[in-house]
């Protein structure tokens, strides 16, 4: 998430930031800790004139912005969303990145942090704002950026969800899929037939006659169905149980209420309720500490 003091509404705005818009040095072993922090915007031609008009960047000639490069989840993202990107750039989306680094300009300040806004077509700088309080003797960078990590990783990127549940949720799919193949194929089996004769294809609930050899009295000697197993015991169990490995990853006491004895004492029942409520957990816990810096920003 995003702090900052937007022109325009005259209030201070939080924003969302999905990952993958967010570049780290390799090198780097946290978020926080990291020498350079750059948030990748891709800004309309109107809100960049805004910026330009409220005297955020730099008014300066710059050319047609280019079509912004995706990644790899923004095209699964648009294709969830049925998005789908044309030859040319109809927002006249231009692509802006946004600095916070350690910078030198031989002044009296020396090596200082500051945000820097460069603009990728042109490679000119839009803005450099100073990014330490002019109180502070220290120049300690200023907090713009919180971090809202599921689990810490190796490097400075943690890993969210997905990563966990990935492999799970791809069990779980294919299974849930072949299930359903399995059940349709079920119903509507193909069949076998005798060559020559009449061909027709049967709808389902359809009532159609077909002509028989000489001699043929009952119409499954010109005609057998495929046999086809239906949907496998198995596959539903293993759906069940990818299912629930899953859900505990998230999951928390208060769904043990349902399996508790009806005949158990009030209090009991009071404190799994009230601990069931109080989610435990690392994950939380960074979570409770990211929105103290938010508060704190």
């Given at each position: 998430m995003k702090m900052y003091w937007?022109?325009?509404?005259?209030?201070?705005?939080g924003m969302f930031i999905p990952i993958d818009d967010i570049y780290l040095p390799y090198s780097a072993t946290s978020f926080y800790s990291s020498e350079r922090k750059t948030h990748v915007q891709y800004l309309t031609r109107l809100e960049f004139e805004k910026r330009v008009g409220t005297?955020?960047?730099?008014?300066?000639?710059?050319?047609?912005?280019?079509?912004?490069?995706?990644?790899?989840?923004?095209?699964?993202?648009?294709?969830?969303e049925g998005k789908s990107q044309t030859s040319y750039n109809e927002d006249g989306l231009r692509t802006v990145f946004e600095i916070a680094c350690s910078l030198d300009f031989e002044d009296n300040f020396g090596i200082a942090p500051?945000?820097?806004?460069?603009?990728?077509?042109?490679?000119e700088v839009l803005s450099v704002y100073r990014n330490w309080d002019p109180d502070d003797q220290q120049q300690?960078?200023?907090?713009?950026?919180?971090?809202?990590?599921?689990?810490?990783?190796?490097?400075?990127?943690p890993i969210g969800?997905?990563?966990?549940?990935?492999?799970?949720?791809?069990?779980?799919?294919?299974?849930?899929?072949?299930?359903?193949d399995s059940a349709h194929i079920n119903n509507f089996p193909g069949m076998l037939k005798l060559k020559g004769g009449q061909t027709d294809r049967i709808e389902p609930t359809q009532v159609t006659e077909i002509e028989g050899g000489v001699g043929v009295d009952d119409v499954r000697k010109l005609a057998m169905p495929v046999p086809f197993n239906p949907p496998n015991a198995?596959?539903?169990?293993?759906?069940?149980?990818?299912?629930?490995?899953?859900?505990?990853?998230?999951?928390?006491?208060?769904?043990?209420?349902?399996?508790a004895s009806p005949n158990q004492p009030v209090g009991t029942t009071l404190a799994l309720i009230e601990q069931g409520m109080t989610v435990f957990s690392a994950i939380h816990a960074r979570l409770h500490s990211s929105m103290q810096m938010t508060l704190k920003v």
């Open positions: 937007d022109e325009q509404k005259n209030r201070p705005v005297g955020m960047y730099r008014d300066i000639n710059l050319s047609t912005p280019q079509e912004p490069t995706q990644t790899a989840a923004a095209r699964a993202n648009d294709k969830i500051y945000l820097v806004t460069i603009d990728e077509t042109t490679r300690q960078e200023l907090i713009h950026i919180i971090e809202f990590p599921f689990v810490p990783w190796r490097g400075a990127y969800l997905p990563h966990m549940i990935g492999s799970l949720s791809a069990a779980a799919t294919g299974a849930l899929r072949a299930l359903l198995v596959l539903f169990q293993l759906l069940g149980y990818v299912g629930d490995t899953a859900r505990g990853v998230v999951r928390t006491t208060f769904e043990d209420m349902n399996q």
